[in-house]
């Protein structure tokens, strides 16, 4: 696994953790409720990251994609 891997894994339990009512730490950092947005935007750019690293390791891109109309 990838530390990008590693890290969406990290905020995909911390979003599941707030919505369930809990508090949750990444990094010493205990986030609760009012970081739901803050924590959805990490799972974004962590999500972009690993989209990323998929691609490149598959030889595409995952800028472009192409339409087979075949």
């Known amino acids: 696994m990838s530390t990008a891997t590693d890290m969406l894994d990290l905020y995909i ?3 599941k ?6 508090s949750y730490t990444i990094a010493g950092r205990a986030l609760t409720r009012e970081n739901l947005s803050e924590i959805r935007e990490g ?3 962590w999500e972009r990251r690993v989209a990323n690293e998929q691609a ?5 891109s995952s800028t472009y994609s192409v339409a087979d109309w075949t």
């Not at 953790?17 to 809990?22: E, P, R």
């Not at 490149?56 to 595409?60: D, N, Q, V, W």
């Open 13 to 15: 339990a911390a979003e």
């Open 56 to 60: 490149r390791t598959s030889g595409g």
């Open 17 to 22: 953790a707030v919505l369930s009512g809990k």
């Open 43 to 45: 799972r974004q750019e």
